[in-house]
């Protein structure tokens, strides 16, 4: 009988949430006690519900109730356990394989719940209570139960590390200052980690940050795939829709040229058949008269033959058979020929764009790993060899060559084309730049340099002498003009103006997604002008202008082979040159410094060039 009272006190006085007797027993409104930290820890999960309720009944509370210790029920508890009366351990407080076992426990071990840095030990419940009652015991150092405490104790001394070496950055004991780290720099661990938890904050405030300024990457990063799977999605509806309507133009015209054929052969067709007509009724006429006359021929009464004959004699007038031209087979290959060659053009304006919408494609890139060039030599890794359009130079141009203009009085006989610019003195290329390009322009003239070195889109104005038509007097192109001492920048029709000398050669770089362009003067080294970032809506072509002196030429450069060798030679850090030795002068040398082969750039000396960059 004893023992059920005894298992009913258990119950009675255990926490339902930990299963273990009270511990700062408190009451909720509903009348169910529980130890202050169970209900509390159970509570902070439900704060985000802002609903509290009890883990027994389920009623529940709002606002959170406040918890107040029940004095009485703590003092019976206590009471109890001075008496021997112990909750029955559940088979979850005893230790598992990977617990920390309670050190003073025999038999089968319960959870620590604590362990002592200065002991150094580990108790369970009822064997850490000692340390809350007996005096000496509360100044120890209790922490989470921990299975490394012997890494606390010095294993010469056998003693509790309480102190930090900073000469050899280790714990010791207090024995240890006197021995083998006697006169080092020693202060207490205690210390130490306080200054090492400082620096920990400052390290996990850092961590943080670099979490922060991660996840913002990481969603800039998600926005811009979603950007360029919108894009993408739209370039590709886009593309379907401008092919389709291209398809259905093509269908188009396919049809109003059949339509137009059969037109022609049914007129043409009706012409012959009116005319066949006509011949064919004169031919029965004149077989009627030729009967006639035939019988007239075979009358024997003179009188009767001289009365008749003036009135047979007579013929008709003849159908004007000259305009009849028999061409066999050849009435309508002139028409095949003409949509042959519509056909050749398409295939040539299709290969030629299709490059640069291929390029396009390709040179679409989220992340720009490459920085903007600096020096020549990197400049010259996006050279663009560039030729001028002869259909878009001025009358007062001379087109010399493919990439050469001459400024002239004599007004020159083109041929009529829209693309041409009809009043401005200005040439456009012929190939549309995108993505990062580098070209540049020599510039020659009596009185100075003179000439306008521009970009533009290909829909910029070309009749007439307005804004509208030159070169960065309006939005859609941006010029540099350069005179003797001083450059100006345009662009819609508002000028910046630089100061200083220019050398007579102008590189220009471009880098179409990124929205810079640059211009700078070419000498013995490069020298920024001008540096223009925007953004760029359409494919741009290189301009030129001319409208000072006749005689000012502008020249696109030709980046010539040994040129672009000798500038990739100096961006190798390795580089191999195998050249047949020309007559005079060895095919290759060896350099001052590295030992690296150099080429000897001779004319039809060079036979190949192999750089291990």
């Not at 339509?259 to 011949?279: A, C, D, F, N, P």
């Not at 007038?317 to 095949?336: G, K």
């Not at 223009?532 to 696109?556: I, K, M, S, W």
């Amino acid at each position: 009988m004893a023992q059920k009272g005894e298992q009913l006190d258990r119950e009675t006085f255990s926490c339902s949430i930990c299963l273990d007797l009270l511990k700062d027993p408190v009451a909720i409104p509903c009348g169910h006690s529980y130890c202050m930290n169970c209900i509390k820890g159970f509570w902070d999960g439900e704060d985000q519900r802002k609903i509290y309720s009890c883990p027994q009944c389920r009623q529940t509370f709002t606002p959170r109730p406040v918890l107040v210790k029940n004095t009485m029920l703590a003092a019976l508890v206590e009471q109890l356990k001075k008496t021997g009366l112990q909750a029955a351990p559940a088979d979850h407080c005893y230790a598992g394989p990977e617990d920390v076992a309670c050190d003073v426990c025999t038999g089968r071990k319960l959870k620590a719940l604590k362990s002592c840095l200065t002991c150094p030990a580990s108790y369970c419940e009822k064997h850490l209570q000692p340390h809350y009652d007996a005096a000496p015991l509360k100044k120890h150092k209790l922490v989470d139960p921990s299975e490394k405490l012997q890494e606390n104790i010095c294993s010469r001394h056998d003693e509790v590390m309480k102190i930090f070496c900073r000469t050899d950055q280790q714990s010791i004991c207090y024995l240890c200052t006197m021995d083998e780290h006697k006169g080092h720099d020693t202060v207490s661990a205690a210390a130490v980690r306080t200054e090492r938890q400082r620096e920990l904050e400052v390290s996990r405030q850092q961590i943080q940050q670099r979490i922060q300024d991660r996840e913002k990457d990481v969603k800039m990063l998600q926005q811009e795939v979603e950007a360029v799977s919108r894009s993408a999605d739209k370039a590709v509806e886009d593309s379907e829709k401008i092919f389709t309507e291209l398809i259905h133009l093509i269908q188009k015209r396919s049809s109003d040229v059949k339509q137009q054929i059969r037109s022609q052969q049914e007129t043409e067709v009706s012409r012959v058949k009116e005319l066949q007509e006509k011949l064919e009724q004169e031919i029965t006429e004149l077989k009627r008269k030729d009967d006639e006359l035939k019988k007239l021929s075979h009358t024997e009464d003179y009188n009767q033959f001289l009365l008749n004959y003036p009135s047979l004699s007579q013929l008709s007038a003849s159908t004007d058979s000259s305009s009849i031209n028999i061409r066999p087979l050849r009435y309508f290959e002139d028409v095949t020929a003409a949509v042959s060659e519509l056909r050749d053009q398409l295939q040539d304006i299709l290969r030629e764009k299709w490059t640069n919408i291929s390029l396009t494609v390709t040179e679409v890139d989220v992340l720009l790993s490459e920085p903007e060039p600096k020096t020549r030599a990197e400049f010259l890794k996006y050279s663009r060899e560039i030729t001028l359009d002869p259909n878009t130079v001025n009358t007062r141009l001379l087109f010399k060559g493919n990439r050469k203009v001459e400024l002239i009085y004599i007004v020159q006989s083109y041929s009529r084309h829209p693309d041409r610019f009809t009043e401005q003195q200005q040439v456009l290329s012929r190939e549309s730049l995108t993505g990062r390009c580098y070209w540049e322009v020599k510039c020659r003239g009596e009185w100075g340099l003179g000439v306008g070195i521009a970009v533009a889109y290909k829909n910029i104005s070309r009749a007439g002498d307005s804004d509208e038509c030159r070169f960065g007097h309006n939005d859609k192109s941006w010029m540099l003009y350069c005179d003797t001492n001083s450059c100006e920048f345009w662009f819609n029709n508002m000028s910046t103006f630089i100061s200083g000398r220019r050398s007579s050669r102008v590189g220009v770089y471009l880098d179409h997604r990124a929205g810079i362009l640059s211009f700078y003067s070419i000498s013995k080294k490069i020298t920024l002008i001008h540096r223009v970032q925007t953004t760029f809506t359409q494919p741009l072509y290189a301009g030129l202008c001319l409208h000072r002196n006749a005689g000012d030429t502008a020249e696109l450069y030709h980046f010539s082979f040994p040129e672009r060798v000798s500038q990739m030679w100096d961006m190798c850090s390795y580089r191999e040159c195998l050249a047949y030795p020309g007559s005079g002068s060895a095919g290759r040398t060896r350099a001052s410094t590295g030992g690296d082969w150099v080429p000897q750039f001779e004319k039809d000396n060079l036979c190949s060039i192999r750089f291990l960059c």
